[in-house]
Each structure stands twice: as structure tokens, then as C-alpha cells.
DNA sequence: GCAAGATATCGACGCCTGTCAACATAGACA
DNA sequence: TGTCTATGTTGACAGGCGTCGATATCTTGC
């Protein structure tokens, strides 16, 4: 069994903070969050991003997702890594295929972080 | 030589999308707005942005912010640089100092783009 | 003019990252 | 069992990035 060490994916962390522009942040939710925008501050994986939440149903399977780009399969496969890794996509298995889908929250989280678009 | 391709900031880009989840991201969109996450997907430009942001009358001279790290000055001006490159801050110099200002609606329109996910 | 201070640029150094080809894994089906 | 297909992993490579010390540029004041 785990201890309690939380261990919690980015994802996570970004609802604790307060707008960017509210108060300074400190190194500790920077530290966080920067991972967030380094996940999403590349042009392929913005598009898979864009791809996976606009795809019918909300999820795509990775076949879907290669065909859209001029890059070799286990590319792809990298870059959905790392999405997933800091709880931008989440992952599920069926059968032979792996659909992706963008975790509730993940987008808005960070978009309220960024520009408090809300107001 | 190309003539005037007009050049303009990754910032004023932005505008122009629609919401990640609306609709496939072209890559051309894509190509012009990661640069804007890109600068933003570091801890001290976070954090700079943030001391900006919040500080008194929405600006800060450089002495004010290379306080706040344990980094060189060069490296700091190096950040800052980043930033106004891809037209997140504003940059005014008044005598020796130099002020950095955020630059309206470029956070916001980053957080529209990015956040506004999947009702 | 010269000196001092604030900020930017330069050159170099390791480290990180996007990409690929090759290989590995895992499910479906005969 | 074995083969086929979908996806992930590995190892390697070039290029990008954060950081620094040294240096340059600019402004104020003497």
C-alpha cells in the first residue's frame, strides 16, 4: 500500500492558485504549475489537445490522432505521454485501442489560472 | 525576401482563436500561439509575470524583480526579454530604470483560449 | 569630458526535448 | 499455438533553452 506522500499529478495543483495577476506567486506554485504550460506550449500537442476535446464523444482513439500528422507513430505516442503525464489526458484501454480524453477541470483550471477569464 | 508579412506579435494572434475544445486546431494556429505558452511555461516567468502583475500601479523595474530571485541579472533580463518578445509585457524605459507592465488582454485572451473547456 | 549605476547583449556551458528507427508488448482471432 | 494489428518503450541524435561571467550600452551627475 502507498503512503500518503500525495504525489499528485500538475493537474491538480493549478486549483489552489489564485489568478496570475492576484498576488505574486510563490516558487512553490510556480514550480507546479510551469510543467502545465510546458505540456501545453508545443504546437503538436496543442493541436492533439484541441483534436481529443473537439473529437466526437469527447475522446479519440490513437489511430485517429497519427493520421492528423505528418509524424511517426511513436512521436505521437510521446507527446500523449506527456499530456497525460501531468493530468491533461486521461487514458483508457479498450481492447486494442486507447482513447483519449481531456480531464474534466484540466483546461479551466489553468485557463482561470492564466486570464481569470471569468470576471 | 518575403515582403511584409505583416509580423506581428504571437500575442496579438491569439485573438483570433476559438476556444481549444471548440473546434480542431489548425496548425498554423497552433504554430502561433505555443510560443505564448512557451514563454509562460517557466517558474521565473511565471513568477515574473505575477510580480508584474500585482505590483503597485501594474508595473515594476527590473531592480524591483531581480530582488525577488536567486539569479543573475543577465539571466533575469533574459526572461524579460522573453516576455515582451512575444508581447506578454509591455517595456517603458523612464530615466536609468526600465518598466515592465502587463500587457492588457494578452493573459486574458490566453485564458479564453485555453480554459472555457467542455461544459 | 569622466565616473557610476541600471539594464542589455554576447559567448559558452550543460541540460532538456522533439524526433526517428528499431524493438517490445498486448489484445484479437484463427 | 501463431500471426496480425495497435500502441508503448528504448536508444540515439540534433537543436533548443536556462544560466552564468564578461562585456557593452545608456543615463545621470559631477
Given at each position: 500500500?502507498?503512503?500518503?506522500?500525495?504525489?499528485?499529478?500538475?493537474?491538480?495543483a493549478v486549483a489552489c492558485c489564485s489568478p496570475l495577476s492576484r498576488e505574486p506567486m510563490s516558487?512553490r506554485q510556480a514550480?507546479q504549475v510551469?510543467?502545465?504550460?510546458?505540456?501545453?506550449?508545443?504546437?503538436?500537442?496543442?493541436?492533439?489537445?484541441?483534436?481529443?476535446?473537439?473529437?466526437?464523444?469527447?475522446?479519440?482513439?490513437?489511430?485517429?490522432?497519427?493520421?492528423?500528422?505528418?509524424?511517426?507513430?511513436?512521436?505521437?505516442?510521446?507527446?500523449?505521454?506527456?499530456?497525460?503525464?501531468?493530468?491533461?489526458?486521461?487514458?483508457?484501454?479498450?481492447?486494442?485501442?486507447?482513447?483519449?480524453?481531456?480531464?474534466?477541470?484540466?483546461?479551466a483550471n489553468l485557463g482561470t489560472l492564466i486570464g481569470s477569464a471569468s470576471t
Amino acid at each position: 500500500m502507498p503512503k500518503s506522500t500525495v504525489l499528485e499529478s500538475p493537474n491538480q495543483a493549478v486549483a489552489c492558485c489564485s489568478p496570475l495577476s492576484r498576488e505574486p506567486m510563490s516558487q512553490r506554485q510556480a514550480v507546479q504549475v510551469a510543467p502545465l504550460l510546458k505540456a501545453l506550449a508545443d504546437p503538436v500537442r496543442l493541436r492533439l489537445m484541441s483534436l481529443v476535446a473537439s473529437h466526437e464523444g469527447g475522446e479519440a482513439c490513437v489511430c485517429d490522432l497519427t493520421d492528423a500528422f505528418n509524424l511517426s507513430q511513436p512521436t505521437i505516442s510521446h507527446h500523449l505521454k506527456v499530456l497525460h503525464a501531468v493530468g491533461l489526458l486521461d487514458r483508457d484501454k479498450r481492447g486494442v485501442w486507447v482513447y483519449y480524453r481531456v480531464r474534466p477541470d484540466a483546461l479551466a483550471n489553468l485557463g482561470t489560472l492564466i486570464g481569470s477569464a471569468s470576471t
